[in-house]
């Protein structure tokens, strides 16, 4: 069906449901309102019949059924008067022959209401004439004494009949109000529709192929803009198809670009793109022409099964693979399945060879710390199962095991202050402070911190660095690294050997030199003693305490400065760090050899 005739039906429907439900309404309104108008004439007609009565009081036995034929009349309704006791004395549409005949009224609904109240209203079905009335009753004289009670009542169906010429008026109204919308909805519908039957065939036209037909504005309402619209999209259609090829190679331009391989196969088995990243990946020699079978591009049978399977079952499927260019997360997931044609695969390479290095160093780090914490926990609960047997008993004992825990729990304490220390660090929850510092002086406090360590192990302490050199660094850090590399030349320097700190500019930088007379570092080991939890003799890390993270520290501090470290041996078999921090306006210092 047409939008015009459904709009047609749709209006008709709505002003013809409206119209019923109006005329309904109004009927019932007409019909309460009538009832309504009628209860309050007989209200006010009685109340007069009333005090004409009382004013009458006493009425002879023969009077009372002509006053009440003669009030009747006058009033259109029907009058019945009635005694205390319920007898009927008089009614307008009973003979007076007959009244002798009727029930006692006095359990009649409405005069029940008026003994009590003075007024009772009913609608019921009248005994006497077998038809529906309605009912208003007045009590004459006082409540304690009544005289008698008057009662008018009308037939229901005169009611009825009065209400209906009003809706008959009404419906009347309504059809020809139904009539005169229904033109009005035609013409209107009619001057919608017509214009957009002319848009409708513009845009068939425009999806033929042929864009050279314009869609023209004839109205300024919605329907105009509708023709402006489809106008738009015509000229619109007109840019993209001329764009069409550009684009085409704009996306062929991003795909050669992308670092992660792709891979499209149709369900047919047959290539349909490889981009640049991937054709690196699996050592292509050129370019793979698109229809070329997918066994010819690809010989790893993981890739393969990964491609069969998701062609075959539609299902996305996820693989780890090597290739020459390392390792690879593989996704290969189906497109298309329209038609009738079997879904072809997309997938993409995406190198993980430096989340498996790093996946390797988190594995080695879980290990390192295991063993860390290993022997100071081992320890403790020996120290603990030894006091619980009884070792506690002995003065001397227990204080040896105690001194045990609280060796081994500072040993745990210090761990964890490094590492929180590291994680701050490296996840730059540290902010530096820089501000001007004189080295010599720095180096002075640090070597205070360690003095009486190099004391016990007979280690000469030598500051070498002239006066008057800046520095600009945070001095809490720089108290960190330059105590951290203290700290370590006394831990692994030979009994009687020294530690000598120089440092001169050189250039735009300040090189900082921590020499010791030491063991040495093995040079496999000079990169990494700078690793967390690195030792170069494993076998000596109960003999020489620490926890193997001082360097990692001083290594991150240092370059959080802008510096770089590195380690190197000396002529004499001990060890050198050299630091070396940008010189920020340091002033003019006398270089000497270090």
């Given amino acids: ?64 059924d002509p006053w009440a034929d003669q009030a009747g009349e006058a009033l259109r ?36 209401q008026a003994a009590v109240a003075g007024l009772g209203r009913s609608t019921r079905v009248s005994p006497s004439l077998d038809r529906p009335m309605h009912y208003v009753a007045r009590r004459v004289g006082s409540a304690a004494s009544p005289l008698a009670y008057v009662r008018l009542a009308v037939p229901s169906a005169e009611l009825a009949a009065a209400g209906r010429s009003y809706r008959v008026t009404l419906s009347l109204i309504t059809l020809a109000a139904l009539a005169l919308l229904g033109g009005l909805a035609y013409a209107s519908v009619r001057r919608v529709t017509r214009p957009l039957e002319s848009i409708a065939r513009a845009a068939d036209e425009v999806a033929s192929g042929r864009y050279d037909q314009s869609v023209e504005r004839e109205s300024d309402d919605e329907v105009g803009d509708l023709a402006l619209s489809v106008e738009r999209m015509r000229r619109t259609l007109l840019q993209q198809i001329g764009r069409a090829d550009a684009e085409r190679e704009l996306l062929s331009s991003i795909l050669s670009g992308l670092r992660e391989g792709i891979l499209v196969v149709g369900h047919d088995h047959r290539v ?58 593989l996704t290969v997931v189906p497109f298309g399945g329209a038609g009738g044609i079997g879904p072809g695969a997309i997938g993409l390479f995406f190198n993980i060879t430096q989340i498996e290095a790093l996946e390797r160093v988190r594995r080695e780090f879980v290990a390192d710390i295991s063993h860390e914490l290993r022997t100071p926990l081992a320890s403790l609960r020996a120290a603990a199962e030894t006091l619980q047997g009884g070792a506690a008993e002995d003065p001397e004992e227990a204080s040896r095991f105690l001194g045990m825990l609280i060796k081994n729990t500072a040993r745990m304490e210090s761990i964890l202050n490094d590492l929180t220390d590291l994680s701050l660090i490296e ?123 001082g360097l990692a520290i001083v290594k991150h501090l240092v370059r959080l400065h802008g510096g770089e470290i590195h380690a190197e ?19 003019a210092s006398p270089e000497r050899d270090i």
């Fill in 427 to 549: 996840t730059g929850a540290i902010t530096l402070s820089p501000a001007p510092i004189q080295l010599s002086g720095a180096v002075r406090e640090a070597m205070a911190a360690v003095e009486a360590k190099a004391g016990s192990r007979r280690v000469d302490l030598r500051n070498e660095i002239p006066e008057g050199l800046i520095l600009h660094a945070d001095r809490r850090r720089l108290d960190q690294v330059l105590v951290n590399l203290l700290d370590n030349a006394v831990k692994f320097n030979r009994a009687g050997g020294s530690v000598r700190v120089a440092a001169a500019r050189e250039g735009d930088s300040i090189r900082v030199v921590v020499e010791d007379t030491g063991q040495g570092i093995p040079p496999d080991a000079l990169e990494r003693i700078f690793h967390r939890f690195y030792r170069v003799d494993r076998a000596r890390s109960r003999e020489v305490p620490g926890t193997g993270l």
């Fill in 272 to 329: 349909l793109l490889v981009n640049a990243s991937l054709r690196g990946t699996l050592r292509l020699p050129g370019e793979v022409p698109q229809g070329t079978p997918f066994i010819q591009v690809v010989w790893d049978r993981e890739v393969v099964e990964a491609f069969e399977r998701t062609l075959s079952t539609g299902q996305e499927v996820r693989r780890r693979v090597k290739a020459p260019g390392g390792v690879f997360e």
């Fill in 1 to 64: 069906m047409r939008i015009g005739r459904r709009l047609l039906l749709l209006v008709a429907l709505l002003v013809t449901a409206a119209a019923i439900v109006i005329d309904l309404t109004a009927g019932v309104l007409i019909d309460r309102a009538v009832s309504e108008r009628a209860l309050e004439r007989l209200t006010l007609e009685s109340g007069q019949l009333a005090r004409e009565i009382e004013r009458r009081w006493p009425l002879a036995g023969d009077e009372a």
């Fill in 77 to 112: 309704a029907r009058v019945t008067l009635v005694d205390p006791s319920g007898r009927v004395l008089g009614d307008s549409q009973v003979s007076q022959r007959e009244l002798a005949g009727l029930e006692n009224h006095a359990d009649r609904e409405e005069i029940a």
């Fill in 569 to 587: 041996n000396t002529p004499r078999a001990g060890s050198r760090f050299v630091l070396t921090f940008p010189a920020r306006d340091a002033g």
